[in-house]
């Protein structure tokens, strides 16, 4: 490592590393600004491949484009419709009918039982890339509908759905950069105090990003790789995020070798040899832990797991190649005002964190043992979090228009009206299930289409009688599930956007059941290689999930009681696991690393309190770098996004400023050398004295 760190940091290759990816950059930003081209953001892009609506998604296809999804168009005037009203609507059916995105036949206007209300139902085919094209879709049926006084419109169903998440994840990826970089760059000015050195970590960051989305876009495109708005912007917060967390570990080690080195060069190389480990064993553990997300069952969450493994490993190969060498270059005058010369003293030796292990130190057995009924007591809020599922309803922060024209349309018409149930079966066997599917409790029997027949396929669709969104509505699809499977050689497979929603949660739920114990298996062997004991590893897992647990906790309770959110989506619980414990691991490695190179040195009492001096601070900003990055989530409308940000941003504080700092340090202190078992750490007997003064480092050559 010492030779590689040496030629990164040589006089000359410095320059070329620069030179190099800045040819990287040029090759890749043109297509990295192409991704959005490639997005997958249509229904069967999330769906789980071996579940029944995905199935039946494909078996219908020969009835239904599976590009086409139905608007639901509703005209209501309080009081009762006119005739004129009526005719105006019908001249409408007919007008938009005309359109070039309507596929099929336009159904309508039909009429409520009350008068107040009449529906058309409008097939748009939007092309693969329809989720994109509805906001434009909605848009050109607002400007051909009429409109008069008293006679209110909207356009909801699926397909005016999909042209609201549209335009909530319109500019997702600008907002959440323009937010992630205004984050790093005001807590980079707080941690450095210099009015230059945040640039660097900034442009390597803006690198790591660029050729993260040309490689994703790559992939996506000859490969298959499955992208959509959610993974495209969660790429942007992690690559920011925790590349930035990268450039503050090596640009703290190294302004602490400059102290004790004359030549910026070989400070730097030290510097490599010394934190390259650490940063290296926590990208390494962050994209393995994403890439275990290929085991989940949920297309959107398998999706991003190589996404996010892209960009950790980029952001890595950035900041320990592209960041030393533009540091170098520079040289010790980026850190001014507060530039370190040769023969300084170390601030961190007397600093506040240095101060927090000495307290610590007096009594540390009752530090872990208060601070963690704490964290037991906080995660008891685990039991307000209602992770079952949201609503359209509840999706969305604030008042979306086609939520509103689905209140409207089930005030006038049965509860799942627009979002039919669809059953596809063999054709022999197309009555006896028509017979089956209208006679189930929740689904209005005289809605139950007739079978059409093509291919051998029998298709059929139902109307639900409650909203189709609602658990009574997922009850029924389980309801005509036992229905129509249970017709002789039907092979019946119920779908439609219900079933739809319902196998996605069941999915999520078998996801955080299979991938949560696999990611925290490699995490223990990661720990354990790195750190050469079975112990401490152990011991850090402990406190990973007493953090997860106490993050959970806390934010269920605000979700409740502070910000009014009816609930979390089903893969709440994994990403967050995925992003604390992947993430937060992060700073168990900075901190232990530090403690046993100390405890090789001094002793593991001496080194887990010199190990918190030094990583503290940098931790620390660390911390608030990558919870400010995660809470710029909570700007996008979407509630999902919004509650994943603020749990994940909590999270890492917790684990910075409590878990890490003081849990961790207490009970290295009160465990004492034995952390380190079985390795023959564990058998050093401690120091008889502090020593007079530490060692020169070893000396790694830097290339002259």
């Known amino acids: 490592m010492s030779q590689v760190a040496g030629w990164v940091t040589h006089r000359y290759v410095k320059f070329v590393v620069i030179a190099f990816w800045l040819v990287v950059v040029a090759v890749l930003a043109p297509l990295g600004g192409k991704l959005t ?19 039946a998604l494909d078996k219908a296809g020969v009835f239904v484009d599976q590009n086409t999804i139905p608007a639901v168009l509703v005209y209501q005037r309080d009081g009762g419709l006119t005739q004129q009203d009526l005719a105006a609507i019908t001249a409408d059916a007919q007008k938009f009918g005309t359109l070039d995105t309507v596929d099929g036949k336009v159904v309508g206007p039909v009429q409520s039982q009350d008068g107040e209300a009449a529906q058309v139902i409008v097939p748009l085919n939007l092309g693969s890339n329809g989720w994109d094209k509805a906001a434009d879709a909605v848009d050109q049926i607002k400007a051909e509908a009429t409109t008069a006084d008293g006679l ?11 042209a609201d998440s549209s335009a909530a994840f319109s500019g997702i990826e600008s907002t959440l950069l323009f937010a992630a970089v205004g984050v790093v760059i005001v807590i980079l000015l707080l941690t450095y105090r210099s009015p230059v050195l945040w640039l660097l970590p900034v442009i390597s960051a803006g690198i790591a990003l660029t050729v993260s989305q040309g490689v994703i876009y790559l992939l996506a495109d000859n490969t298959g790789l499955t992208v959509n708005a959610q993974s495209a912007g969660i790429l942007t917060v992690l690559v920011f995020g925790a590349g930035t967390d990268y450039a503050l570990l090596l640009v703290a080690r190294y302004r602490e070798e400059l102290r004790k080195h004359g030549d910026r060069h070989e400070a730097m190389a030290v510097a490599l040899h010394r934190a390259s480990p650490a940063i290296i064993a926590s990208g390494s553990t962050v994209a393995i832990s994403m890439l275990v997300l290929l085991l989940a069952t949920v297309a959107s969450t398998s999706g991003l797991g190589p996404v996010a493994a892209i960009g950790i490993v980029v952001a890595l190969a950035v900041m320990l190649t592209l960041l030393p060498a533009l540091l170098v270059v520079c040289g010790r005058w980026v850190f001014w005002p507060r530039v370190p ?21 007096h009594r540390p057995r009752r530090t872990w043992v208060v601070t963690s009924l704490v964290l037991v007591v906080v995660s008891f809020g685990v039991v307000q979090l209602n992770a079952t599922g949201l609503s359209d309803a509840e999706s969305f922060r604030g008042d979306m228009p086609s939520i509103t024209g689905q209140q409207v349309l089930e005030a006038h018409f049965p509860g799942g009206a627009g979002s039919p149930v669809v059953v596809v079966a063999d054709a022999a066997q197309g009555d006896a299930v028509r017979v089956a599917f209208a006679g189930v409790d929740g689904i209005d029997g005289s809605t139950v289409t007739e079978p059409v027949v093509k291919g051998g396929v029998a298709y059929l669709e139902g109307t639900l009688t409650a909203a189709p969104d609602s658990s009574a509505a997922a009850d029924t699809i389980d309801r005509v599930r036992t229905a129509v499977h249970a017709v002789p050689d039907a092979n019946a497979l119920v779908g439609g956007a219900t079933a739809i929603n319902l196998d996605v949660e069941r999915a999520a739920a078998h996801d955080n059941r299979v991938i949560i114990p696999i990611i925290l298996l490699v995490v223990f062997l990661i720990l354990s290689v790195l750190l050469r004991a079975i112990l401490a590893p152990l011991v850090l897992i402990g406190t990973v999930i007493l953090s997860f647990a106490a993050a959970i906790g806390f934010s269920a309770l605000v979700f409740r009681h502070v910000f009014g959110f009816a609930g979390a989506d089903t893969s709440f619980p994994l990403f967050v696991f995925v992003f604390l414990v992947a993430l937060g691991i992060d700073y168990n490695i900075f901190l232990m690393t530090r403690v046993r190179e100390e405890a090789l040195r001094v002793g593991h009492h001496r080194g887990s309190l010199v190990g918190l001096a030094a990583t ?11 919870a400010g990055t995660f809470a710029v989530l909570g700007t996008l409308p979407i509630v999902g996004f919004a509650e994943i940000g603020f749990a994940v941003a909590f999270g890492v504080l917790l684990d ?23 390795s023959a750490l564990a058998r050093r007997p401690e120091p008889a004295a502090e020593p007079a003064a530490p060692p020169e480092p070893e000396p790694v050559t830097a290339s002259v």
Request: proline content about 5%; aromatic content about 8%; glycine content about 10%.
């Open 37 to 55: 081209s490639v997005e997958h953001n249509d229904a069967k892009s999330w769906l789980p491949a071996s579940a029944e609506s995905t199935k």
């Open 152 to 162: 209110a419109f909207y356009v909801t169903g699926p397909a005016g759905q999909a």
């Open 341 to 361: 010369h040769l023969g300084d003293s170390e601030p961190t030796e007397h600093g506040f964190w240095a101060r927090v292990g000495t307290r610590i130190s």
């Open 616 to 626: 503290g601070g940098v931790i620390t900003s660390a911390g608030l770098v990558l």
């Open 656 to 678: 910075t400023i409590v878990v890490r700092s003081v849990l961790v340090t207490a009970l290295n202190l009160d465990i004492g050398s034995r952390m380190w078992w079985p």
